[in-house]
């Protein structure tokens, strides 16, 4: 764990909503010069704290507008491996997420459609079609509101 201080959470909370700003922006931002704010990221990504920079595609302008999230649980007939199981769900493009969980399934999914005719035409060709996959439930996503992390409020 890397200490923090007032300053990289304010960074943190500002990469958190734009991870494309630049150096110079971000330093304005936080009342300092650009290769200060640059040497703060640059010190947090060594770190591993920053793993990267995201983009954030709006995928029902892209023509996905129905996301669902999956229970898995595999059956334990067979005894498929876990490995064989999430290698085979991760190429299936509308997966857009694979979680490995403890609780009443093994895996969360989250899966992004067309519609609801297209997600069944996924469900039941490639997801049911999986090794090992034992009951499934869904969970239709009506909204979501992402919200920050604690990053700015922990001191």
Not at 1 to 19: G, V
Request: glycine share 10%.
């Amino acid at each position: 764990m890397i200490a923090l201080d007032d300053i990289d959470r304010q960074l943190l909370a500002l990469l958190e909503r734009d991870a494309g700003q630049p150096a110079s922006v971000l330093g304005k931002a936080l009342g300092l010069s650009q290769p200060a704010a640059w040497r703060r990221v640059q010190r947090l990504e060594k770190a591993g704290v920053l793993l990267g920079r995201r983009l954030d595609l709006d995928l029902e302008k892209l023509g996905f507008g129905v996301t669902v999230f999956l229970g898995v649980k595999l059956a334990t007939k067979g005894r498929v491996s876990l490995e064989d199981f999430e290698r085979a769900v991760m190429a299936i493009p509308e997966v857009q997420a694979v979680s490995h969980v403890l609780g009443l399934y093994d895996y969360r999914l989250r899966v992004v459609a067309r519609d609801l005719a297209d997600f069944e035409r996924v469900l039941r060709r490639r997801i049911m079609t999986l090794p090992g996959v034992g009951d499934v439930e869904a969970n239709v996503l009506l909204s979501e509101e992402l919200r920050p992390g604690p990053i700015a409020a922990a001191g």
